[in-house]
């Protein structure tokens, strides 16, 4: 089955004050890791797609990278406009759906 | 272009009444997905149409839910007789192919009351 776990479960940042979440995955064969973004009352915005260890994607002050067993998502110099929850996604190479982790809450003080 | 569009946004329903739900994909987009969301938890998958074919609905909690695409465009997810635990927030998501990333909808919060 399976799985994806993602620390910390909350995170509070003072604006600049940069940081990285965790997100750990056993899966039968990863066809693809998702990162995406969710604001309260709102659907999944996707960010980034990993597909093999080693790849790292950017996106104005968003890194991820992904390694055999987790992905990081470094965020740099937050501001107050990056909070949010952040999901991790992996999708096996059998099925196509997604098996997402709970998420990250992130919260950026001014 | 208009991205994935779902309606109601809210519904409020007594125990034991029927409900449906509807998703507008991106236009073009051949897989269709519907997800339930819990307070505080990740979406978890229900069922996947690719085209008007559901090649997947292993999700699904009961028989009492119940989705359909039948022209491959607009999906509908129906739950019969509601119960409490239906009370979730039920995201529609469309992708190009099955394997590419994923585009979600705004959900659809359900109270079952």
């Known amino acids: 089955e399976d799985q994806v776990t993602q620390s910390p479960e909350a995170l509070r940042l003072q604006e600049g004050e940069s940081s990285s979440l965790n997100c750990s995955y056993t899966v039968s064969g990863l066809r693809g890791l998702f990162w995406y973004r969710q604001d309260p009352g709102k659907g999944p915005e996707f960010l980034f797609t990993?597909?093999?260890a080693g790849e790292e994607k950017e996106k104005e002050r968003l890194k991820a990278t992904l390694t055999k067993k987790e992905s990081f998502l470094h965020i740099t110099a937050p501001k107050p406009e990056d909070s949010a929850t952040y999901l991790c996604?992996?999708?096996?190479?059998?099925?196509?759906?997604?098996?997402f982790g709970k998420g990250t809450m992130l919260l950026v003080s001014p | 272009g208009a991205g994935v569009s779902q309606s109601p946004r809210y519904k409020v329903a007594k125990r034991g009444q029927d409900v449906a739900l509807r998703c507008d994909p991106i236009s073009g987009h051949v897989s269709l997905f519907w997800y339930q969301q819990a307070l505080g938890q990740g979406p978890e998958f229900l069922t996947y149409f690719q085209n008007e074919a559901q090649l997947d609905k292993s999700g699904l909690p009961s028989d009492r839910f119940f989705a359909e695409r039948p022209e491959g465009s607009v999906s509908t997810l129906k739950i019969q007789r509601t119960q409490q635990e239906d009370s979730a927030v039920y995201l529609c998501?469309?992708?190009?192919?099955?394997?590419?990333?994923?585009?979600f909808g705004p959900g659809t919060r359900l109270t079952v009351t």
């Open positions: 996604a992996v999708q096996a190479n059998v099925y196509s759906t997604l098996t």
């Open positions: 990993l597909y093999s």
């Open positions: 998501a469309s992708s190009l192919s099955s394997f590419d990333e994923q585009y």
